[in-house]
């Protein structure tokens, strides 16, 4: 993937580790949480896929504070 932002606006671009970020939670998105979508969406239900997707993969809660059970991340990782 290109790396986004453009050498003339070096303030607005993200990181490595923001742009590695996106890519493994774009391809979990698609592998794991896109299959359900449409029958999440017609049963009008909780998306459980999504959230044990996320939760197999630490990536649920990430700006929440280590000690209330998240990551405790910044919501921008650079």
Excluded: C
Aim: aromatic share 8%; hydrophobic share 45%.
């Amino acid at each position: 993937m290109a790396s986004s932002g453009s050498a003339d606006f070096d303030l607005f671009r993200i990181s490595e580790e923001h742009e590695m970020l996106r890519d493994a939670v774009r391809s979990l998105a698609e592998a794991k949480i896109a299959p359900f979508a449409a029958e999440v969406d017609e049963q009008a239900r909780f998306p459980q896929e999504a959230l044990d997707a996320l939760l197999a993969n630490d990536l649920h809660a990430v700006h929440v504070p280590e000690e209330y059970g998240g990551a405790g991340r910044t919501r921008w990782p650079w």
